[in-house]
Each structure stands twice: as structure tokens, then as C-alpha cells.
């Protein structure tokens, strides 16, 4: 991008009397600028203007902020064309030319950017535009709006000094509302406005209307790099953009009279999809009227009854928009004294659910083919269908009333509603008394479980997108909030403080998991519905993707929803979380505490005949398709309770003294347990339990093998660094398996592979000779991302969004794959395994494998499955085929 200014061309015509730019330069000339262009060269009534290139504002920059030379001399060109097309001229006392500056970037950023109306009024203009239109107060009306925006978004006068002026007016005239205001009124208005400016910006408001173009066009360009501007780019993830484009174009007035208006409209509903034109105008009004709120605009189905004609030509247009776009359109419009003309045409942005109802809808009308169906739905969107959510009417009002608290992370999605629970024990009991609770804790823990099951959702303080809070919550659907930093919990007290507010046990607040707001009060939802078009959508996914979709899964239950979602396999099971169910927590913390061998044993014979249960269950449920069991994987001090009162009732129940636990415990902590004696090293120092695990699994294959239940059995072993270790492992897993046939006398065939995690940087450097000892690799790129960039999963969240904000990074890697650098690791991994077994089955299983960017990573690299949460699934499914599509091309 080292142009030299003045080599480019730098602003491109739009008009009858020639059309330069085309719908294909959105990079060049900005989503606005090209289809300006775009609806002028099909023969819709745009009016005419000018658009300079994004390139300008690149050069803007690269230049100290200052307008390249050359760009005036062009600008004046064109505003010369305009002149001749439009028959009016810039300041003109008889006949003026007035046009609206806009921004407009090549990624869609609404109301982000700054924007300049009736640009050319001047003292003189205002009289020709009175003479024009026949209507003085018009024009005043109009000079006094370019004044206070000028003031406002060009020179850095503070509105608020237009609106005490303004309010003087009202109230010497004795007027309750703006149009109130007469004539004479305005004309005061205008002098006092021009005052002020002078006052506060030190020189009068300029009177040459190409020296108010030139600092509107470097307002424009100042703004793209403006704090909200930069945020939205962050936040929605738009990189690589030179800049803004400027759109100088001829204004059309919707406010002259009653037979004028504006309006704003969809080509389809754009919240449920219906094929049906949406929109609404306001008569005798401007479009900052519509969007200010003040007077309520009527649904465009109205409009036959106050002009027939205009009504029946928007029609016309949405047809003919769609045709050519073959998408909904978001459209503007005003009408200036009974005649229509088009401001803008943007794809329109809809809910999943429309999403879902327009694609199927335009394959029926042949508009598009089950590809381009397929992919246009942005896959994340399809959550919307899956969990319930607020009613978006309810959740604006809720937060024009201001009762959006503060924003955490949206850690898994949904929408729920609550009292505050502080702790798991008390969720649990509130809830079986029939009350809806939020469980509010700092982080939450293993031992959290059941109250996080529980609980209606969760809301954390601390804690990333794969903390134990966010993991557990989406997989099994429940919505959660984590990282809320803003909210401070006092357990004890049993009451938050946010936004310097305080709110208590009793108090009820809504919580979006899938935007991560926290909102005070009830907030009415809405169920999912699984409309048919969701399952066709579904269908042609399956068509074009090359990837398997399976899922992380527990418990039957999750396996079986996983399955209705579409997955075809368990590709995690994380043995350790059937340990917290019920009473189970005994017989593993009777195992955990025991100081020798002896009692391990006695307390893991316990533990054999529930897991041997739990994966008859999961084998079960899955009918033939793959299960992949990982061994036990967290540090076992997880599972021990931590408070003397929790050890103390820990003691009775195992009939040891409250001494022995506290030892015990002190024993097993460790100052950096997720890099300490956990994952497949607990096997190398407890073989019994790998003993005991692999056991429940092998009984429980031979007694599905005996019910005629197809088990296809993974073994996984977690967190291997080296080929030595799982070589050992392999080989002992390998003599439990041959001694449970043994001993059972099974002589059938069973299908039992034995592989592992890929997860630790060196398991992927060396995957090779790990690839010798292992079936199948499965990535776990939560540890695999913690272990590469050196950040704990678990606190990222506390310096995250300082990464974000100086754009270190540009996204959460536990939510997106950093393709650069983990993403390297992955590939090696798949490559180096697969150079020494031809065709090893690769997959994930981390929480990457339910995120689209990330699946498109995975296709490209050749991976045989992603494995997400059962929720994930069949956004897993639809993104795999996005990914199959986009590389196909
Ligand atoms: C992983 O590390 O990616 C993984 C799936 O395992 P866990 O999240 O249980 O550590
Ligand atoms: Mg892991």
C-alpha cells in the first residue's frame, strides 16, 4: 500500500452522466460507495454524487493526517460534474447544491463513522434554498442542522452547547417540540449557532462550501480511527481494511412538506425471515428523525394509503434488488416531493432463524443454489435456534431502560434468569425448593458441579472462555456468563456490587450467554424452534462436508442429544466428570486419600462397577458409532474439598481423623497443578488406575458385545510428551484388555483402538515416534494453546482484554485456533504422525473444534473429525461444509 498520492485515481462518479465504480470495488470504494455505484448502473433513482476511495483515507494516515495533494483538485472536478447533472451550484443565491458527506467502510460499521448533512448552506445559500422550495423555514431548518453537525462532528463544538441555544429558543417562542419553532425562530437559531461556533471553535463558521467539503472529508477520514470505531472493528473482527471511503452525494430532502418522507425497509423480515417487504417511513422528516426516536414511524404496509404509486415502486425495487444481489437487502429511502429515490442497498444482517428460512426460501425461488445457501448462514448463528434466548423486544427495552449491568464473556450461550446463588451447595438446595437461581461464583471448581447443573445459568468474575465454568456450561447447553470482571462477589455477605449498584440473593437478574450481558430484572425468552427448513439446511450441509462431526459427551443423556444434533461419534469423554455425580465423589476421594496401595485398590473396586455402568451407557447410547474414553486427566487434589468444614464431614464419612484429610490434602497441592502430576502421569504413578479404568471399559464393550450392541471402544491417553510414556501405557492398557478377555472367556472380536492427546507442544514436535505407539491422535488444543503461548487458561481473562485493546491480539486463542502458531503444531502433528502411519486417524477435541474458523483450519489441514460440545454440533456441521466449499473453489 506505498502508493504516492497523486498516482491513484482518488474519487469515483456516480451519476446519468457517467458511472465509474462497480459493486465488485467494496475494497476500494466501501460497501456504500459500490453499491451506489452499483444501483446508479442498473437504473435505480440514486441521486448523483461522488465517492472517494478508501486508498485516500490509507494515504491520510501514511501522510501525518494530512488529505494527499491532488485530492482537492479532483474533488472539484467531480463537484463540477455534480453541478452540470444536477443544474445547481455549491452556494449558490438562486438554485444551491447541497450534499450529505458519509462515511463508508468496506465491512459494514453503522453509525460508527461520522456523517455531515446539507453540506454548501452558507448565508447566501439558505436564501437560494428558500427561494427553491418555497419554504423559508425549511431552509433555515436545514442551515441550523449543518451548523450544530458541523460544530459538533468537523470542529469539536460540544452538541450540548446547540442544545442550551436551542432550548432558549423553545422556550422564548413557547414551543414543546422542535417543529414547534417558527420561522423567525430558526433564523435566531442560525445566528446564534453561527455564534457559538465562533465562541468555541475560534473562527467563524466557513462560508465557502468546498472549504466545508474539505474538512468534512478529513472528519470522515479522522473518524474511522476514533475509539468506538476501533472497538467495533475489534469486537467484530474486521482486520485488513485501508479505511473509510467518503460518499459526497446530492441531498434529497424528505423533509419539505407531506409529500415527502423517509424510510428505512428490509426486502425480507429480517428477524424471522418472511418473504414479506418490512420497513417503516415517516412522512415530512429527514433520516436522523427516524433514527432519533421522536416520532414514531408507521410499518411500510401503511404506505398505499398515503401514496400508492411510492408504495408500489419500492415493491418494484425489492424485486428487482433481490434479483440483482440475490440476498436481502437493507435499504434507505426518501421520497422528495412525490418522487423516490434510494440512499443505500447493504446485505440485510438477520437473526439465525432468518438466516436459515431466507436460504431455504431462495433455493425454492431459484434465486441462489444449496451451496450459496449453505454458505451464506453464518454458522454461529444457528445457536439462536438451538437454546432459548431473550425476546429481542424485550431485551431493547430492558436496556433503553438501562438495566444492561456490565459485559462478561459469552461463555456458552443461551439466556437465563435467576436469583443469586453464591455457592454450589446453595444452588442446589434453592433449586429443589423450587426457586431459579444464577450460580454467581469468582471461578468455579469441580466440586461446583451439581450446583452448576443445577443452576438456571452461570455467572463468573473471573476465568476465560475455557475456564472449568465455560467448558462445562456448553457441554451441556447451559448458559453462562464468565470473566464479568466488573462484577465484585461477596460470598459471605451473599450480595454483588456492579456498576456501583449492590444487589442481593433475593434480587433477580438475566444473563445472555451468547452476548455476554448481564442485565438487572426478568427478561421474558423465547423457546428454540426446530423448524424443517433447519433440518434441510442440515441435510445439504452433510452433502458438501468432508469433515466428521462428533461430539464431547459424558453422559448418556448429552450423547443421546448429541446424536439427534448429528453427531457421529464421541470424540471426548472426560472420564473424570462422571466422578462428581451423586455419591460417586466418596469412592474416588476414598481413593484419592489413600496413603497405600492396599486401600487404593479396596476404594478403586468401588469405582469399577459404576464406570463399567457409565460406559455401557455411553456405548449404548452411540449404537455403533465411535467412543473415545480419555483416563483420568486433572490433578487429583481437584477433587478434594478444601475447607475445614468440607474436610471435616470428608472425615466422618471415610472414618478417618479430620488430621489425615488436611495431610493429605497439603500433600497432594501443588503450585502448578495444570502443569504438575496429572493426565497420563497419574498412570505412570498409580498404574492401578489405569488398571481399574481400562477394566470398566473392556467389561463394559463385552457386555454390549453380548447385547448385540455394536461398541466401537478409543482409549485415550491424556497429556503424553514423550513415545516412552505412551508406549508404557499402551502396552499396559493392551494386558488389561487381554487379561478382562481372559478372564471373561471372551473369544468374540472387539473393537478397541488405543491412541492419544496431542497437547503438549512436545507431543507435536515428536508425533513421529508418538505416532508408532498410538491408533489415532486427538488434539486437545486447550491445553495444546496454554502449554504454547505460556497463558493459563484459567486466569486469561485477567489481562486478556488488555492484549485486545493494544491489539496484541487480535482474539481470545482459547476461543479461535491461533493459526499462526498453534495451528503450526497442529499441522506438524497430523503431518509428522501421518509420515509414519499412512492415513492415522486425526481429530480435535478441544474447544476449538465447535468454533467455524477454527473447523476451517481443521479441513485444510486434513483432520478426519472436530469434536464439540453436543450444542456445537450442528454448527460443527454447517461450518465443515463452509469449509469444504470455500476450498473446493
Ligand atoms: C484439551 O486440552 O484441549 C482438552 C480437550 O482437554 P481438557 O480441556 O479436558 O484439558
Ligand atoms: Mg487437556
Redo the contacts with the bound molecule.
Keep these: 500500500m506505498a502508493k504516492t498520492a497523486g498516482a491513484t485515481k482518488m474519487a469515483y462518479y456516480f451519476g446519468k452522466t457517467k458511472t465509474e465504480g462497480k459493486s465488485t470495488q467494496k475494497q476500494l470504494l466501501g460497501g456504500k460507495g459500490a453499491n451506489l455505484a452499483d444501483m446508479t448502473s442498473i437504473g435505480l433513482p440514486v441521486p448523483p454524487g461522488f465517492t472517494i476511495t478508501t486508498e485516500v483515507c490509507g494515504l491520510y494516515y501514511q501522510h501525518k493526517q494530512k488529505l494527499p495533494p491532488g485530492l482537492m483538485d479532483e474533488v472539484r472536478k467531480n463537484v463540477g460534474i455534480l453541478e452540470k447533472e444536477t443544474g445547481k451550484k455549491f452556494g449558490d443565491s438562486k438554485s444551491p447544491l447541497l450534499v450529505s458527506v458519509r462515511s463508508g467502510a468496506a465491512a459494514s460499521m453503522p453509525g460508527m463513522m461520522n456523517t455531515i448533512l446539507n453540506l454548501g448552506l452558507n448565508d447566501e445559500a439558505v436564501v437560494g434554498l428558500a427561494n427553491a422550495t418555497q419554504n423559508e423555514r425549511f431552509a433555515y431548518d436545514s442551515y441550523r442542522r449543518l451548523i450544530n453537525m458541523f460544530g459538533d462532528v468537523v470542529s469539536g463544538v460540544d452538541h450540548e452547547h446547540f442544545e442550551v441555544a436551542f432550548d432558549k429558543i423553545k422556550a422564548k417562542y413557547k414551543a414543546k417540540l422542535d417543529n414547534e419553532v417558527p420561522l423567525e425562530g430558526m433564523i435566531e437559531l442560525c445566528e446564534a449557532y453561527k455564534d457559538i461556533y465562533k465562541k468555541h471553535f475560534g473562527k467563524p463558521f466557513p462560508q465557502d462550501p468546498l472549504e466545508q467539503l474539505e474538512a468534512s472529508i478529513e472528519a470522515v477520514f479522522k473518524s474511522w480511527m476514533q475509539p468506538r470505531a476501533v472497538k467495533y472493528r475489534q469486537v467484530e473482527n474486521i482486520t485488513g481494511l485501508m479505511g473509510t471511503a467518503v460518499n459526497v452525494q446530492s441531498m434529497v430532502f424528505g423533509n419539505m412538506g407531506d409529500d415527502c418522507g423517509t424510510g428505512v425497509a428490509f426486502t425480507r423480515n429480517p428477524s424471522t425471515g418472511e418473504n414479506k417487504f418490512y420497513g417503516e417511513f415517516l412522512v415530512n422528516a429527514q433520516g436522523e428523525d427516524v433514527v432519533a426516536g421522536i416520532r414514531t414511524p408507521l410499518p411500510v404496509a401503511e404506505m398505499p394509503k398515503w401514496n400508492k404509486a411510492i408504495h408500489k415502486a419500492l415493491l418494484e425495487i425489492k424485486d428487482l434488488l433481490e434479483k440483482h444481489y440475490k440476498d436481502v437487502q437493507d435499504i434507505e429511502f426518501t421520497i422528495e416531493r412525490g418522487v423516490l429515490f434510494m440512499l443505500q442497498t447493504r446485505n440485510g444482517k438477520r437473526t439465525g432463524a432468518a438466516a436459515v428460512k431466507i436460504a431455504c426460501d431462495m433455493v425454492k425461488e431459484k434465486l441462489i443454489d444449496e451451496k450459496t445457501a449453505v454458505q451464506r448462514i453464518p454458522a454461529g448463528d444457528l445457536t439462536q435456534l438451538l437454546l432459548p434466548s431473550f425476546t429481542p423486544a424485550a431485551k431493547a427495552a430492558a436496556k433503553k431502560d438501562g438495566k444492561l449491568l456490565t459485559v462478561g464473556l459469552p461463555a456458552s450461550p443461551g439466556a437465563a434468569v435467576g436469583k443469586l446463588a453464591f455457592t454450589a451447595a446453595e444452588a442446589v438446595e434453592r433449586t429443589h425448593a423450587g426457586e431459579k437461581v444464577l450460580l454467581v461464583r469468582k471461578e468455579t471448581n469441580p466440586e461446583d458441579i451439581d450446583g452448576m447443573h443445577l443452576a438456571a445459568g452461570i455467572l463468573t468474575s473471573t476465568g476465560g472462555m ?1 475456564s472449568h465454568a465455560a ?1 462445562v456450561a456448553r457441554g451441556w447447553g447451559r448458559c453462562c456468563v464468565a470473566g464479568a470482571g466488573e462484577v465484585q462477589i461477596d460470598e459471605k455477605g451473599r450480595k454483588i456490587k456492579v456498576g456501583g449498584k449492590t444487589f442481593t440473593h433475593n434480587d433477580v437478574l438475566s444473563i445472555d450467554g451468547s452476548t455476554g450481558e448481564v442485565m438487572v430484572g426478568e427478561i421474558a425468552t423465547q423457546e428454540p424452534k426446530l423448524s424443517g427448513d433447519f433440518a434441510t439446511v442440515m441435510g445439504w450441509a452433510d452433502k458438501y462436508r468432508t469433515l466428521k462431526v462428533r461430539t ?1 459427551a459424558d453422559t448418556p443423556a448429552d450423547a443421546k442429544r448429541a446424536r439427534e444434533f448429528g453427531a457421529e461419534g464421541i470424540g ?1 469423554c ?1 472420564t ?1 466428570h462422571m466422578f462428581f455425580e451423586g455419591d460417586r465423589i466418596v469412592a474416588m476421594r476414598a481413593m484419592i486419600l489413600a496413603d497405600n496401595l492396599e486401600d487404593r485398590k479396596k476404594a478403586l473396586k468401588n469405582l469399577l462397577p459404576l464406570q463399567r455402568k457409565d460406559f455401557v451407557g455411553l456405548f449404548t447410547a452411540m449404537k455403533g458409532l465411535p467412543v473415545t474414553i ?1 483416563l483420568l ?2 490433578p487429583l487434589h481437584e477433587f478434594l474439598p478444601h475447607d475445614a468444614k468440607a474436610q471435616g464431614e470428608l472425615a466422618k464419612e471415610l472414618n478417618v481423623s479430620p488430621a489425615f484429610v488436611k495431610n493429605r490434602v497439603a500433600q497432594l497441592h501443588e503450585q502448578n497443578p495444570m502443569l504438575g502430576h496429572r493426565g497420563c502421569r497419574l498412570a505412570v504413578t498409580y498404574p492401578e488406575i489405569l488398571e481399574t479404568q481400562v477394566t470398566a471399559i473392556v467389561e463394559a464393550a463385552i457386555a454390549c458385545v453380548e447385547k448385540k450392541i455394536d461398541a466401537q471402544v478409543e482409549i485415550m491417553i ?2 503424553v510428551g514423550t513415545a516412552a510414556e505412551l508406549k508404557m501405557l499402551r502396552d499396559q492398557t493392551q494386558a488389561v484388555i487381554d487379561a478382562v478377555k481372559e478372564a471373561k472367556k471372551f473369544t468374540g472380536k472387539l473393537n478397541i483402538l488405543i491412541g492419544t ?1 496431542i ?1 503438549i507442544p512436545r507431543a507435536a514436535l515428536t508425533a513421529d515416534q508418538i505416532g508408532e505407539q498410538a491408533d489415532f491422535f ?9 502449554m504454547t503461548f505460556g497463558f493459563s ?1 484459567d486466569d486469561i481473562n485477567t489481562f486478556l482484554p488488555d492484549y485486545i485493546n493494544n491489539e496484541l491480539l487480535a482474539q481470545d486463542p482459547f476461543q479461535s485456533l491461533d493459526v499462526t502458531g498453534v495451528g503450526q503444531l497442529v499441522e506438524m502433528g497430523v503431518t509428522k504422525g501421518r509420515s509414519v502411519k499412512k492415513g492415522l486417524k486425526c481429530g ?5 473444534g465447535g468454533d467455524p474458523a477454527s473447523i476451517k483450519f481443521c479441513h485444510t489441514v486434513g483432520l478426519d473429525y472436530v469434536s464439540c460440545s453436543p450444542f456445537r454440533v450442528p454448527i460443527a456441521r454447517l461450518a465443515a461444509a463452509q469449509a469444504a466449499l470455500a476450498t473446493a473453489k
Design positions: 475455557t467448558v464431547n471426548l472426560r473424570e480419555r486427566d486433572p491424556p497429556l492427546m497437547e486427538s488434539f486437545g488444543t486447550n491445553d495444546l494453546t496454554q487458561r480435535i477435541c478441544g474447544e476449538h
